[in-house]
């Protein structure tokens, strides 16, 4: 399935449910929301996944104010604030609990084993002990996932194809989430197959980027794989990125499209604005009864290429068409 069919059967579901609000008239509900990030503002930039999530709650019926309460609680980029705010949103009585990373459904499993909860996007659900299995969750979380490990694998033959001379490839990866360890280990695996060697820039904070930079720039590797998780995606972090590589230009594959509109060469992963709207439509059938533990954890049918030929040209490189055709956006 391609990307626009995708989206085009994501809207679709979205129009057919059932609106809650004239099914359930009178209630109100709680609706907690996790974040390892900072306070985006309001109105919510579009940049923020989580500004897709409330646009489709209303599309189910559900407005805030008249229906629903949204308790958003945000880690200010302190993984060590969430299992306390999880338990606040835990005392507040939220009937669900949506979650944006990895980090935040660990915290949120932690404070409850009853509230459900719904990851809006996690790397490996089954591998990092979520749920059972995707077709059967088996506790209190359901939602989705971008299948983070097969994703870094896909990463690299695309950087391979893209750079055909590239022997040598940085990774650089939130040691201090345990789930990007996955991540790395699938890139390894992966990088042997296809004749690459790693270098592993595994950081735990914002401090860690200035060590990172000058490897890059002693050790001059063939192109850089960032992998992605909100630590990684947060403007902050995006923007020391993108002033170390308009210094020291590299080819550099990230998960988000963000880093390739601000800059990047390329850019492969699930669209995290999809994801985000598809967890409303898991906490719409919660909302109506339905149980985490029956409904299956989704994975993407569709992946965004995204390429930057403006970038390509100032590196010297010739993207082979064979990328160019497949690619759902190309920056002239």
């Known amino acids: ?24 008239v009178g209630k109100t509900y709680r609706i907690g929301f996790l974040s390892f990030n900072r306070p985006p503002g309001d109105p919510i930039p579009p940049v923020y996944p989580f500004s897709a999530f409330r646009p489709a709650l209303q599309k189910l019926g559900y407005l805030e104010g008249r229906n629903i ?17 999880a338990e606040e949103l835990v005392s507040h009585n939220v ?15 932690q404070a409850t084993h009853t509230i459900p909860i719904v990851m809006a996007v996690s790397g490996d659900p ?30 690299l033959e695309i950087v391979r194809e893209a750079i055909p001379k590239a022997r040598r490839v940085a990774v650089l990866w939130n040691k201090a989430n345990p789930v990007k360890a996955l991540d790395f280990k699938a890139a390894q695996r992966a990088a042997g197959g296809l004749g690459l060697k790693v270098l592993s820039l595994g950081i735990r904070d914002a401090h860690g980027f200035d060590t990172a930079f000058m490897t890059l720039a002693r050790e001059r590797p063939d192109a850089l794989l960032t992998i992605s998780d909100e630590f990684m995606f947060h403007q902050s972090n995006r923007e020391r990125i993108a002033k170390f590589l308009t210094d020291h230009p590299l080819p550099t594959m990230f998960g988000y499209r963000a880093n390739v509109e601000e800059g990047g060469l390329m850019s492969y992963g699930a ?38 030929l403006r970038t390509a040209k100032a590196l010297g490189l010739t993207i082979p068409q064979s990328l160019l055709v497949r690619a759902d956006q190309v920056i002239e």
């Open 1 to 24: 399935m391609n990307r626009r069919a995708f989206i085009g059967t994501l809207a679709s579901g979205l129009l057919a449910a059932p609106l809650a609000a004239e099914e359930q």
């Open 69 to 85: 309460i949204i308790e958003a609680r945000w880690g200010d980029l302190r993984a060590e604030r969430l299992p306390v705010l």
């Open 95 to 109: 009937d669900v609990i949506v979650t944006a990373g990895d980090s935040e459904v660990r915290a949120a499993m």
């Open 126 to 155: 089954v591998g990092s002990g979520y749920v059972a299995s995707l077709a059967r969750p088996g506790g209190n979380v359901t939602g989705l996932t971008w299948l983070g490990p097969d994703l870094c694998a896909k990463q």
């Open 271 to 308: 669209s995290v604005h999809a994801l985000f709207a598809r967890a409303a439509t898991y906490v719409d059938k919660i909302l109506r009864g339905a149980k985490p533990a029956d409904l299956p954890v989704e994975q993407p049918t569709a992946f965004e290429l995204v390429i930057n």
